[in-house]
């Protein structure tokens, strides 16, 4: 019955830390292309001044 006991609170526990992990890297992920978008928003407003890049212009 012990052995049993352990199996079932090592599954438990196991599935508490994987969501925790799911949990933490998709806030992560979710952090960094925030990141990233205001990165671009900055130079977009900074360097190009809201004009497209000169590779970006259609002839």
Not at 1 to 29: C, D, G, W
Not at 42 to 59: A, M, P, T, V
């Amino acid at each position: 019955m012990p052995n049993l006991v352990n199996t079932t609170l090592f599954k438990s526990i196991s599935v508490l830390i994987e969501n925790a992990r799911t949990q933490v890297a998709h806030y992560a992920n979710t952090t960094l292309v925030m990141l990233y978008w205001q990165i671009g928003n900055h130079i977009n407003h900074e360097i190009l001044k809201n004009d497209r890049g000169e590779y970006g212009k259609y002839e």
